[in-house]
């Protein structure tokens, strides 16, 4: 079995070395992090892990890594773990920027090893359970699609709330609909600090459907909310919900050719609403065990390097065309009241 390290030990690596112990698919020798501290809780939860806080200590005893460190460091220990001839598994996003997503998808490619990115929500029961509802037609010509990711914080220091949270919902809507976006703009706010804590997200895919996203790190309730508009069954998709995450609405508004040279008609169906049975297994652990599997045999992931380039690439798309409120500017627009 593969020997695996964890590097970055903060908020999420210990969820990530929870899985690594659990599964029986691979060993957890290692994990590495800049605070003796984090290594230290680690390594008394996990007798057999060895701790270093430094990765030029651990590069020789592991076959593959799992990173999952400040986004801005993504690049650089996911790049040199490559070139050591490690299978990489990196936390969302795989890189602050598409060009070096590329870098490190052609780097993998060229030294024939597994590059995983972390974009757990695509190993979900009820987002699986959506894409096949898709996929088999039962919602129809899709629409629009509205999606809400909210809640008091966590405010990151290195990354504002669309490369946050946003990139959650880009995969998704990624994952859904097999294409990227050709148009995508943006509008947000720094309500509290220099990096925008709110914003409103627009894409336009290939296809004709749209899509907004809404997030936030400064809203007084968390939710994980999306609407999915067909046209013939709705979805709302409430990730918050213990009970029934996914409702399937037989709602709708059909037209009725006119008889003679009237109007259109309208005319509206409200039908059964159906909650589909899902699975129990956890994203976390199925996502990390696809991860061992694929560097295993060299079959391709769900969230391979590839998938993680095209979500940076539209995370690109709509920081680029980020229009940004503040105060000044509203306050210097006709009819405002100073």
Same mark, same amino acid.
């Given at each position: 079995?593969?020997?695996?390290?964890?590097?970055?030990?903060? $908020?999420?690596?210990?969820n990530?070395?929870?899985?690594l112990?659990?599964?029986q698919?691979?060993?957890?020798?290692?994990?590495?992090?800049?605070?003796p501290?984090?290594?230290e809780?680690?390594?008394?939860?996990?007798?057999?892990?060895?701790?270093?806080?430094s990765?030029?200590n651990?590069?020789?005893?592991?076959?593959?890594?799992a990173?999952?460190t400040?986004i801005?460091?993504?690049?650089d220990?996911?790049?040199?773990?490559?070139?050591?001839?490690k299978?990489?598994?990196v936390?969302?996003?795989?890189?602050?920027?598409?060009?070096?997503?590329? +870098?490190?998808?052609?780097?993998?490619?060229?030294?024939?090893?597994?590059?995983m =990115?972390?974009?757990?929500?695509l190993?979900s029961?009820?987002?699986?359970?959506?894409?096949?509802l898709?996929?088999?037609?039962?919602v129809?010509?899709?629409?629009?699609l509205?999606l809400?990711?909210?809640?008091?914080?966590?405010?990151q220091?290195?990354? *504002?709330?669309?490369?946050?949270? %946003?990139?959650?919902?880009?995969?998704i809507?990624?994952?859904?609909?097999?294409?990227?976006p050709?148009?995508?703009t943006?509008?947000?706010r720094?309500?509290?600090?220099?990096?925008? *804590?709110?914003?409103?997200?627009?894409?336009?895919?290939?296809?004709?459907?749209? %899509?907004?996203?809404?997030?936030?790190?400064?809203s007084p309730?968390?939710?994980?909310?999306?609407t999915?508009?067909?046209?013939?069954?709705?979805?709302? $998709?409430?990730d918050?919900?213990?009970?029934e995450?996914? +409702?399937?609405?037989d709602?709708?508004?059909?037209? =009725?050719?006119?008889?003679n040279f009237?109007?259109?008609?309208l005319?509206?169906?409200?039908? *059964?609403?159906?909650?589909?049975?899902?699975?129990?297994?956890e994203p976390?652990?199925?996502?990390?065990?696809?991860?061992?599997?694929?560097?295993?045999?060299?079959?391709?992931p769900?969230?391979?390097?590839?998938?993680? $380039?095209?979500?940076?690439?539209?995370?690109?798309?709509?920081? +680029?065309?980020? =229009?940004?409120?503040?105060?000044? =500017?509203?306050?210097?627009?006709?009819?405002?009241?100073?």
């Amino acid at each position: 079995m593969l020997n695996v390290g964890l590097i970055g030990l903060g $908020y999420w690596g210990p969820n990530l070395a929870r899985v690594l112990n659990q599964t029986q698919r691979c060993n957890f020798v290692a994990c590495c992090d800049l605070l003796p501290s984090n290594v230290e809780r680690i390594v008394r939860q996990y007798s057999v892990v060895q701790g270093f806080t430094s990765v030029d200590n651990m590069w020789d005893k592991v076959d593959a890594v799992a990173i999952a460190t400040p986004i801005s460091t993504h690049f650089d220990l996911a790049q040199e773990a490559l070139y050591r001839g490690k299978h990489v598994f990196v936390e969302k996003p795989l890189a602050n920027s598409s060009e070096r997503a590329r +870098k490190l998808v052609d780097l993998a490619q060229k030294r024939q090893l597994a590059l995983m =990115t972390g974009h757990t929500f695509l190993y979900s029961p009820p987002v699986i359970r959506v894409k096949e509802l898709i996929e088999s037609g039962a919602v129809g010509e899709l629409h629009y699609l509205s999606l809400s990711r909210v809640n008091l914080g966590l405010y990151q220091k290195d990354v *504002d709330v669309i490369w946050d949270l %946003a990139v959650h919902d880009i995969s998704i809507l990624l994952y859904w609909l097999g294409e990227t976006p050709i148009q995508g703009t943006s509008f947000g706010r720094a309500c509290l600090q220099f990096n925008n *804590d709110v914003a409103f997200v627009w894409l336009q895919f290939p296809s004709g459907v749209i %899509a907004s996203v809404e997030v936030s790190w400064l809203s007084p309730q968390k939710m994980r909310r999306t609407t999915i508009i067909g046209s013939l069954r709705m979805i709302v $998709y409430d990730d918050n919900d213990p009970n029934e995450k996914i +409702k399937v609405y037989d709602r709708g508004v059909e037209i =009725t050719e006119p008889q003679n040279f009237g109007e259109f008609q309208l005319t509206y169906r409200t039908g *059964d609403i159906v909650v589909p049975r899902l699975s129990n297994t956890e994203p976390l652990l199925t996502e990390i065990e696809e991860f061992i599997r694929c560097a295993e045999t060299g079959d391709v992931p769900r969230s391979d390097g590839k998938f993680g $380039y095209e979500v940076v690439r539209v995370l690109e798309m709509v920081s +680029k065309n980020l =229009t940004v409120a503040c105060k000044e =500017t509203a306050a210097a627009m006709p009819g405002s009241s100073r």
